[in-house]
């Protein structure tokens, strides 16, 4: 969303000049994070993490509403535990970090630092598994992982990223594949109801399928130049990884079982994406439920008698409302504090002036349309709290109008090629062969983001080999 009535940041790059640049821009000079002397490594400062914080706490009550528990498991793993499960170590194998040495000896079971835990959680799960009344084992981590990763850029790709990994066992395939799929809705709903970004929801080609799963779900989002984010995903892997592990239960039937598991995780990844979504050449626009701060009180003169303290008690109501508020009383001049708090992205911004206090007004202004209002100062908390579901729907509102512009019905390659390089989803029928999948890439640089859940056919066949389609498939580039 453009702000029509802002005056243009010249600290950061415009989006429409290079784009990757601008997001560095504002990933740097709004403090989300700084770089660390390790490449892909980053140092998540405080307003950064704090966006994160409110994620985690949307989504821990989630969690815990249905009935999952938060645990913490050890940070590496014996690298003769890793090769336990074959499918799983040849995915991860290229991104591992390994450890050789301890103190001053030299390991003989070299330690892997985590790049995800089921592993872990596979090991744990057997020791304290073995009756059916065990199930379902119900829980989620918060942590950081770690994948050698060659190209990062901050929140979207790291070395080390944070992220929360759910990892569950169930009595039957049924209640695994039903967790599976409600976690995914809960993704679902945080990207609606908090981050206001619409995700296309879908199962993952094989191809595209974590390592070691039957079936991947996942969340993608499409950013403002056309590329798509896989923003989480949710898997059902069966008995394979119980089975390797040995983890068995005795069943109702008395006989035992090998007990089906889920895995399921979103990551600072998030971060990026709301930073891209709804960012604009001025800054972060920050949806209001995300924002670690919704308002921000800024007294305008404020060495005339009465601001300060009328300012300070705007504040206070503002608090008292259950707004997240700050006030600040700086000596810096109030067009420094409009550019760098339109920076970040703080959605409402109160000014308190002596003109306005002597007609028992102030000024409201709206970060992500520009727009002002004044309003009565006995009616300010009151207004904020109605204006902060009206500014999420208006941003929720614009992205979806995006992806909707952006999405497209492909018969062809003249088609696809056009719709990928315009940017967005090409929406195409599909053989289920991967060797049409690999086409479009090598073609394209394209990948298939998901199958989304509404299968309602279009064509009669793949326009890659001309045989039967099966499937409605989405491609695009991707991060």
């Known amino acids: 969303m453009e702000n029509k009535n802002a005056i243009k940041n010249e600290s950061i790059t415009s989006r429409s000049e290079d784009f990757a640049q601008w997001y560095t821009d504002i990933c740097k000079k709004a403090e989300l994070m700084d770089y660390s002397s390790i490449k892909g490594f980053i140092i998540y400062r405080p307003y950064g993490y704090a966006i994160w914080e409110q994620i985690q706490e949307y989504l821990n009550k989630r969690f815990k509403k249905t009935g999952h528990e938060n645990v913490y498991l050890p940070s590496v793993i014996p690298e003769s535990l890793f090769n336990k499960e074959k499918e799983h170590v040849e995915g991860f194998a290229p991104e591992t970090l390994i450890c050789t040495i301890g103190g001053q000896t030299k390991l003989e079971d070299r330690l892997i630092v985590r790049p995800t835990s089921e592993i872990l959680f596979c090991e744990h799960y057997q020791k304290i598994?073995?009756?059916?009344?065990?199930?379902?084992?119900?829980?989620?981590?918060?942590?950081?992982?770690?994948?050698?990763?060659?190209?990062?850029?901050?929140?979207?790709?790291?070395?080390?990223?944070?992220w929360q990994e759910g990892h569950t066992m169930h009595e039957t395939e049924e209640e695994a594949r039903t967790e599976t799929l409600n976690m995914l809705e809960i993704y679902d709903d945080l990207g609606?109801?908090?981050?206001?970004?619409?995700?296309?929801?879908?199962?993952?080609?094989?191809?595209?399928?974590?390592?070691?799963?039957?079936?991947?779900?996942?969340?993608?989002?499409?950013?403002?130049?056309?590329?798509?984010?896989?923003?989480?995903?949710?898997?059902?892997?069966?008995?394979?990884?119980?089975?390797?592990?040995?983890?068995?239960?005795q069943g109702r039937d008395g006989k035992l079982h090998a007990p089906h598991q889920t895995s399921w995780g979103v990551s600072t990844r998030l971060i990026g994406a709301v930073i891209m979504v709804h960012g604009d050449d001025n800054g972060l626009i920050l949806p209001p439920y995300v924002a670690p701060t919704q308002v921000v009180v800024i007294p305008v003169a404020a060495n005339k008698p009465g601001v300060i303290p009328a300012a300070r008690e705007i504040y206070s109501s503002i608090e008292q409302a259950g707004l997240r508020v700050k006030i600040d009383e700086s000596d810096r001049s109030p067009g420094w504090k409009f550019s760098e708090y339109e920076m970040k992205g703080i959605p409402l911004r109160v000014e308190v002036g002596p003109r306005d206090l002597a007609n028992g007004v102030v000024t409201i202004a709206k970060r992500n349309d520009g727009t002002k209002e004044?309003?009565?100062?006995?009616?300010?908390?009151?207004?904020?709290?109605?204006?902060?579901?009206?500014?999420?729907?208006?941003?929720?509102?614009?992205?979806?109008?995006?992806?909707?512009?952006?999405?497209?019905?492909?018969?062809?390659?003249?088609?696809?090629?056009?719709?990928?390089?315009?940017?967005?989803?090409?929406?195409?029928?599909?053989?289920?062969?991967?060797?049409?999948?690999?086409?479009?890439?090598?073609?394209?640089?394209?990948?298939?983001?998901?199958?989304?859940?509404?299968?309602?056919?279009?064509?009669?066949?793949?326009?890659?080999?001309?045989?039967?389609a099966k499937k409605v498939v989405l491609f695009a580039k991707a991060y």
């Not at 073995?130 to 199930?135: A, C, E, G, P, T």
């Not at 929140?155 to 944070?162: D, K, P």
């Not at 296309?200 to 798509?228: C, Q």
């Not at 990928?420 to 890439?441: F, P, R, S, T, V």
């Open 129 to 162: 598994i073995s009756s059916y009344r065990d199930l379902p084992k119900l829980y989620n981590q918060w942590c950081s992982v770690v994948r050698w990763e060659k190209t990062t850029r901050p929140f979207l790709r790291g070395a080390e990223f944070l």
């Open 374 to 468: 004044q309003v009565k100062i006995e009616d300010v908390s009151k207004r904020l709290l109605e204006l902060i579901p009206i500014i999420h729907k208006e941003m929720y509102d614009h992205a979806y109008e995006y992806l909707l512009k952006h999405t497209s019905e492909v018969h062809n390659m003249e088609e696809l090629n056009d719709r990928l390089n315009k940017g967005g989803y090409a929406k195409m029928m599909w053989c289920g062969d991967q060797a049409c999948e690999d086409k479009i890439k090598e073609l394209t640089n394209a990948t298939a983001r998901c199958m989304p859940f509404n299968q309602t056919p279009f064509d009669d066949v793949c326009p890659i080999c001309g045989k039967k």
């Open 192 to 249: 609606r109801d908090v981050l206001a970004i619409p995700f296309v929801k879908g199962r993952k080609t094989d191809k595209e399928k974590f390592a070691g799963a039957m079936e991947t779900y996942s969340i993608e989002a499409l950013m403002p130049d056309g590329k798509a984010l896989q923003s989480g995903t949710s898997h059902y892997f069966g008995d394979g990884f119980a089975k390797a592990f040995g983890i068995q239960f």
